[in-house]
């Protein structure tokens, strides 16, 4: 089983900053694709940003230039620093594994439960 468990969200004012991370555990042999999603409360979730294995990000238009997506492999764990937050940015934050290759030769994609960021004005 694979299990993905986020931290590092909370409350900060505009303008300031956090770090999330998310750890994925289980019996993993690899993850193709890391990536941070956020669903603010009446809207859709959409993704912030996304990292391949070999390093390759991608960006929300709405966050490129102020937050910044890193992982160590190693340790399968995503990161995702949110500088100069704005109170559009407040919303739950879901962290998501893409192609999780499992040492009994399973494959598959999982969710972590979430972690709020709230960002006062």
């Known amino acids: 089983q694979v299990q993905l468990a986020e931290s590092g969200g909370g409350l900060v004012q505009a303008g300031g900053s956090l770090r999330l991370s998310c750890a994925a555990s289980?019996?993993?042999?690899?993850?193709?694709?890391m990536n941070w999603y956020r669903q603010a409360p009446g809207a859709q979730r959409e993704l912030v940003a996304a990292?391949?294995?070999?390093?390759?990000?991608n960006y929300a238009d709405s966050v490129k230039g102020r937050f910044t997506i890193s992982r160590d492999n190693a340790k399968n764990t995503v990161y995702l620093q949110m500088n100069s937050l704005k109170p559009a940015d407040t919303a739950v934050y879901y962290c998501?594994?893409?192609?999780?290759?499992?040492?009994?030769?399973?494959?598959?994609?999982?969710w972590g439960q979430g972690t709020q960021v709230t960002v006062s004005s």
């Open positions: 998501s594994a893409e192609g999780v290759a499992t040492t009994f030769g399973r494959r598959g994609d999982y």
């Open positions: 990292i391949t294995g070999g390093g390759v990000t």
């Open positions: 289980g019996s993993i042999f690899s993850i193709r694709t």
